[in-house]
Structure formats: C-alpha cells, structure tokens
C-alpha cells in the first residue's frame, strides 16, 4: 500500500493518537522520526524522549518536509511554533490547534510568513460514512435542514490526561469534531442563534446547549447537548424524501418518507476497520499535498468564533 512518497516526517507526541498515527504512517515510503517528552514503553517506533527543543539543540537535524503534531492540546501552540519557526513546510496538528484564537492567528501569521501550510487534524472529514453520505449529497438543490448533537459521555473522560485549560475548553479539545464536520459539510454559519446554561466543575462557561441558524450555502440547521444526560454525537440531514443519520458517525443509515424503519446504508469501511477510522485518507491527503477535505488555519480561525458562541467561551 505504498504511494512512493520517499521524505522524512517528525510526529511530536507519541501518546495513544501517535500510535494511530505510527499505524497509518508505516503504509508509506517515510523515514519517521518520533519525538516525546518521556519515556513510552512498547511503543511501535523508538522514541527520543527529551522533547523537540532538545532535539533540535544537540542532534542538529534535517529539516523534515512533514510533521505531525499529536501532543497535549495546551502544547498544540507551543510545538508547531517551534516547528514553523525552524522552517517545517508541512505540518498537520491535532485538533484544535490551540485553545486560543489570538494563538491560532499568531500560527496563521508565522506560517503566511513561511510559506508553511498548516492544517488541523479533524479526521471524521475522512470516514468512509462521510464521504458517502457526500455522494449522495451531490447536486442535491432541494431545500434541507440538519440536526447535530455533540454529547459527551463525560462518565467517560479520563480527566488525568487533561489539565485544568484543557478540560474548561472541552468543546475545543473534543466536541468540535461533530460541529467542524456539519460546517465542513454544509458550510460555516452565515448567523448563529446560540443559547446555554448551567456548567459543571470542570467546565463552568456551560453543560446545556442549544441553538439554530443557517449557513452561508442556506442550509438552516440546529444543535443541541446536554453533558449532564443521556446521549451522543449524531449528525441528521432532513431531505424532501428521506433522512440521512450518522449516529454513530462511522455509520450511515437512512429513514424514508413515511416510514418509522431506520436502514443502514452499506459502505467500504475496510480501511476505517484498519486504522482509526478516517485517519488513513487524512494523512493520504496530508501527505499528497491535496488540501480540499483538509482544516486549514484559516477555517479554524473562522470557525472558532462559532465554537466560543455555541460553548459561552471568552477569549483572554
């Protein structure tokens, strides 16, 4: 499963989303280089576990063409700074990029300066659900209106890998995966009707949502999650004769007019039953240099100001 792309890659960050990545990265011609801040045992690469400053001090390195970055999200900044600042042309961070608009303008202006892409990791794009629900999308003109829901099963969170910063933007650092793909799919929003309530310890701005608007391609949608209830991520997509469902987003299914039967649509996920599904056509594209289904920083920008409405956030 080759593409003969014969280059070298630097992954920051070999945590459990760098192992996918490693999995992903061994169906290419790369000579993959891994860089951590501690020791990983069983790691499938070996790993110079000093961190990418020291690195870069004592092993005076190639510039690589590529680098994954897939550390802690209050370190997304910090890394492909770093990363930009040492000339890296192409780089693909982990969601959200960062926690912080000015920090993602701030990357946005280095890399401008560079002449270095940047994208952000968002890899429900990429499932095989997706792109078939695409397919059945295309030249569709008919009026239609969409459904999201983003709760979290916070029952879940393991809240010893996510610092205090981390876990009071949650929404950046996970439930944005759901709101990116509908944007990504229909277009971000032209208006935004945002309302919340409550809040919890650890993510005090908000535990309720709900809010409608429409997109700059005139497609009404709406939302809702509640992080104290039952529920999960799904995306519904209401057309003349049927519904479309992804929930869960790895699977596609169906509801014709006038009937109560939810069917499934089959789909080639062979390659989404392999790796993390979605990541192989990412880090595909990624490599590839194709960046039409790819987050760019300046999406993210866009669409961060959405994020910090839907989740009552204050930039400081």
């Not at 401008?112 to 990791?121: A, C, D, L, P, R």
Request: proline fraction near 3%; charge should be negative; aromatic fraction near 12%.
């Amino acid at each position: 499963m080759s593409n003969n792309i014969k280059e070298s890659i630097w992954l920051i960050g070999p945590g459990n989303i760098g192992r996918d990545y490693v999995k992903v990265l061994k169906e290419f011609d790369l000579d993959v280089t891994v860089i951590g801040r501690s020791k990983k045992d069983n790691f499938p690469l070996p790993v110079y576990d000093k961190g990418v400053e020291s690195y870069l001090k004592f092993r005076l390195p190639d510039i690589p063409k590529y680098s994954i970055v897939a550390v802690n999200e209050s370190e997304l900044y910090n890394t492909t700074k770093i990363l930009l600042e040492i000339g890296v042309k192409n780089i693909l961070v982990e969601k959200p990029g960062s926690l912080s608009i000015k920090e993602l303008t701030s990357l946005n202006d280095i890399a401008k300066e560079k002449n270095s892409n940047v994208y952000i990791g968002y890899n429900r794009r990429f499932y095989q659900s997706v792109q078939k629900c695409k397919e059945l999308l295309k030249d569709n003109n008919e009026p239609f209106n969409v459904h999201f829901e983003f709760t979290e099963w916070t029952h879940d969170i393991d809240f010893n890998h996510y610092d205090k910063s981390e876990l009071e933007k949650f929404f950046l650092c996970n439930s944005s995966h759901v709101s990116d793909l509908v944007f990504h799919l229909f277009g971000e929003p032209e208006y935004l009707d945002s309302h919340t309530s409550g809040g919890l310890d650890w993510h005090p701005s908000s535990s309720v949502f709900n809010g409608s608007g429409k997109t700059i391609n005139n497609v009404l949608f709406s939302y809702n999650a509640n992080w104290s209830s039952a529920g999960r991520w799904g995306v519904e997509i209401n057309l003349t004769d049927y519904k479309l469902i992804l929930k869960p987003l790895e699977k596609l299914f169906i509801q014709r007019k006038g009937s109560l039967d939810v069917e499934e649509i089959k789909i080639d996920d062979k390659l989404d039953n392999l790796y993390k599904p979605g990541l192989y056509d990412e880090v595909k594209d990624f490599l590839n240099g194709d960046n039409k289904f790819l987050c760019s920083l300046n999406e993210q920008i866009n669409n961060f100001k959405w994020y910090y409405k839907i989740a009552n956030y204050k930039e400081i």
